[in-house]
């Protein structure tokens, strides 16, 4: 199903404006609201007209997941990706299923909260790696192959 920004909008304000983490609202970092500007950060400009958009749920920056998110989007049959971390999913491992059951696809958003710009290549790779095994674990299979870095760091 394809829905239109305005309807993407109205969806995002029905549920609570989005986060599936208390205080970590859409165009909110961890030191508080971020201005949302195409090519700016994690926002990417998308070719005019194209009349899409696409919804992402990052999972794990320490706040248990608001499911009333999860409910609305499967109510107005919303496709999302939801992105989680390593270790929430091994945290919350019979969350982390609900989620993953109910067909959204789940990229990997890292294993450890601390930004990987800041970290070593082979920190990195180990932080990538660890996440795939808590999804290995408990999911049963790998994120998909696609990733947010924490943060929003590239």
Known sequence: MRIGRREALRLLAAAGAGALGAGAGIGRGPLGPRPARAGVGNIAAGA?????????FNIGAGYDPALSVIDTLIAYGTPATMFMMGWWVDWTPDTA???ANQGFPVGSHGNLPPELTGRSDDDVKQDIWAAEAAFLRTLGYGPAPYMTA????S
Do not use: D, S, T
């Not at 005019?48 to 992402?56: E, F, Q, S, Y």
């Open 48 to 56: 005019p007209g194209c009349g899409r958009v696409a919804l992402i």
């Open 97 to 99: 299923r609900y989620i």
């Open 150 to 153: 924490f943060g929003g760091a």
